[in-house]
């Protein structure tokens, strides 16, 4: 029965299809929708719109300043690919690191950019976009200094962080009970200050910006790493992302859909080969 069903439906008398033209419609079809999701992707054009960008450009290889004042950095160049990806006219704002949230919710700025670490205790307070990147935190100290990031290593002795920063968080929760004394400052240039003179005995910051901002330059040479990475999320999270009110939702998604992009199509990678000879992003 099944085969006469089939001679019935294809008999003599009827017109056989011309299964290579069904094929090309197929592809043409397929081809129609993957250029429909493309325009999708492409949804986020805020073309015409300005967003004013934060920033505390003190922070080498990352955020910083060129001796004519022009502001670049890893971070600076994503964030300028991510505002190209939307089509978006973007003003750089400057802040202090410890002022930049309140200044985002006091509408001084669209979007924090400004390498910030996404965690649960800041959640409470903005919104985060999808991560840009994710280096663990780590001690730097001077070399044969035999210090370990831990409570007892570091009991008495005189630790450098930044104000409002992840790591100034844990150092406070973590190590100041137990007799570590705790120094924070408002930008990394001036703790990479003390520590050379002597002031302090290590500092406590994100391994990509202590490696390229520090211990590769002349002033870092006698310093060096100091035991493993730190990499505890309930205070140093998942990774860095821009920071955005939580009101401003429909701008996160159109950030989320340009880290994406420029995911795709290589221009984080270019970006990334460009500062470091590891992968900022650290994997999905």
Same mark, same amino acid.
């Given at each position: 029965?099944?085969?006469?069903?089939?001679?019935?439906r294809?008999?003599?008398?009827?017109?056989?299809?011309?299964?290579?033209?069904?094929?090309?419609?197929?592809?043409?079809?397929?081809?129609?929708?993957?250029?429909?999701?493309?325009?999708?992707?492409?949804a986020?054009?805020?073309?015409?719109?300005?967003?004013?960008?934060?920033i505390?450009?003190?922070?080498?290889?990352?955020?910083?300043?060129?001796?004519?004042?022009?502001?670049?950095?890893?971070?600076?160049?994503?964030?300028e690919?991510?505002?190209?990806?939307?089509? &978006?006219?973007?003003?750089?704002?400057e802040?202090?690191?410890? !002022? $930049?949230?309140?200044?985002?919710?006091? /509408? =001084?700025? *669209?979007?924090?950019?400004?390498?910030?670490?996404?965690?649960?205790?800041?959640?409470?307070?903005?919104?985060?976009?999808?991560?840009?990147?994710?280096a663990?935190?780590?001690?730097?100290?001077?070399?044969?200094?035999?210090?370990?990031?831990?409570?007892?290593?570091?009991?008495?002795?005189?630790?450098?962080?930044?104000?409002?920063?992840?790591?100034?968080?844990?150092?406070?929760?973590?190590?100041?009970?137990?007799?570590?004394?705790?120094?924070?400052?408002?930008?990394?240039?001036?703790?990479?200050?003390?520590?050379?003179?002597?002031?302090?005995?290590?500092?406590?910051?994100?391994?990509?910006?202590?490696?390229?901002?520090?211990?590769?330059?002349?002033?870092?040479?006698?310093?060096?790493? &100091?035991?493993?990475?730190?990499?505890?999320?309930?205070?140093? !999270? $998942?990774?860095?992302?821009?920071g955005? /009110? =939580?009101? *401003?939702?429909?701008?996160?998604?159109?950030?989320?859909?340009?880290?994406?992009?420029?995911?795709?199509?290589?221009?984080?990678?270019?970006?990334?080969?460009?500062?470091?000879?590891?992968?900022?992003y650290?994997?999905?």
């Amino acid at each position: 029965m099944c085969c006469d069903r089939v001679i019935g439906r294809f008999g003599r008398n009827q017109r056989k299809p011309n299964w290579g033209k069904i094929i090309v419609f197929k592809i043409i079809a397929a081809s129609l929708i993957l250029l429909s999701g493309s325009v999708a992707a492409h949804a986020a054009d805020r073309t015409g719109q300005t967003i004013k960008l934060g920033i505390d450009p003190t922070y080498p290889p990352l955020e910083f300043k060129k001796p004519d004042g022009s502001l670049t950095g890893f971070g600076v160049e994503i964030t300028e690919a991510i505002c190209a990806e939307l089509r &978006a006219k973007c003003i750089w704002v400057e802040s202090s690191w410890d !002022g $930049i949230i309140p200044s985002l919710q006091a /509408r =001084k700025f *669209d979007i924090i950019a400004s390498s910030m670490t996404i965690t649960e205790k800041r959640k409470e307070q903005i919104a985060f976009s999808d991560k840009y990147s994710n280096a663990p935190s780590r001690l730097v100290a001077r070399r044969g200094s035999g210090l370990e990031p831990t409570p007892e290593s570091l009991k008495g002795k005189r630790i450098g962080v930044q104000q409002g920063s992840s790591q100034e968080t844990y150092a406070m929760a973590v190590w100041r009970p137990a007799g570590v004394e705790v120094v924070a400052y408002q930008t990394q240039d001036q703790i990479y200050s003390d520590l050379g003179s002597g002031r302090l005995d290590a500092s406590l910051q994100a391994s990509i910006q202590a490696s390229d901002g520090f211990l590769k330059k002349p002033e870092g040479q006698e310093f060096e790493f &100091a035991g493993q990475d730190m990499n505890d999320p309930m205070y140093f !999270g $998942i990774g860095s992302g821009f920071g955005l /009110r =939580k009101e *401003d939702a429909e701008l996160r998604e159109d950030v989320n859909k340009a880290i994406a992009a420029i995911v795709a199509d290589g221009t984080y990678k270019s970006i990334n080969d460009k500062y470091f000879d590891f992968d900022a992003y650290g994997g999905q």
